[in-house]
Nanobody
Framework: QVRLVESGGGLVQAGDSLRLSCAAS????????MGWFRQTPGKERGFVAA????????YYADSVKGRFTISGDDAKNTEYLQMNSLKREDTAVYYC????????????????WGQGTQVTVSS
C-alpha cells in the first residue's frame, strides 16, 4: 500500500510560481512511476505530468510544457511539481498518483492517489 499526501497549493496571481509536493509512504517509493493530474468542477481529471522512477522518462501535457517541471527526491520519498508562469486556466485541484507500470497520461494506469491540493490563480 502506498499513501500519498499533496501539499503546497494556494492562491497566487497570474505569472507567479508555486511548488506542489507529494509525500509518499508505504512501499518503496522509487519503484513507482509518478504522475500529476488536475481537475476543475464539472470536468474530468486531466493529465499534467508524469515520470518514471529515475526520471529518464518524463511526459508533460502540451498546456504546461515549458512552464511546469516534475521531479522527485527519493531520499525524502517526495515528488514535486514546480509550476512557473501560472495562468488562470491552471486553477484546479491537483492530484499526485503512483503507478507500478510505465508513466502514462491515463488515469486508469495509476494505483494510488492523493487527496488533492487546491491551486487558484487570479488575474
Amino acid at each position: 500500500q502506498v499513501r500519498l499526501v499533496e501539499s503546497g497549493g494556494g492562491l497566487v496571481q497570474a505569472g507567479d510560481s508555486l511548488r506542489l509536493s507529494c509525500a509518499a509512504s508505504g512501499r518503496t517509493f522509487s519503484s513507482y512511476s509518478m504522475g500529476w493530474f488536475r481537475q476543475t468542477p464539472g470536468k474530468e481529471r486531466g493529465f499534467v505530468a508524469a515520470k518514471n522512477w529515475n526520471s529518464w522518462i518524463i511526459y508533460y501535457a502540451d498546456s504546461v510544457k515549458g512552464r511546469f517541471t516534475i521531479s522527485g527526491d527519493d531520499a525524502k520519498n517526495t515528488e514535486y511539481l514546480q509550476m512557473n508562469s501560472l495562468k488562470r486556466e491552471d486553477t484546479a485541484v491537483y492530484y499526485c498518483a503512483a503507478s507500478s507500470s510505465r508513466p502514462s497520461p491515463t488515469l486508469s494506469s495509476y494505483d494510488y492517489w492523493g487527496q488533492g491540493t487546491q491551486v487558484t490563480v487570479s488575474s
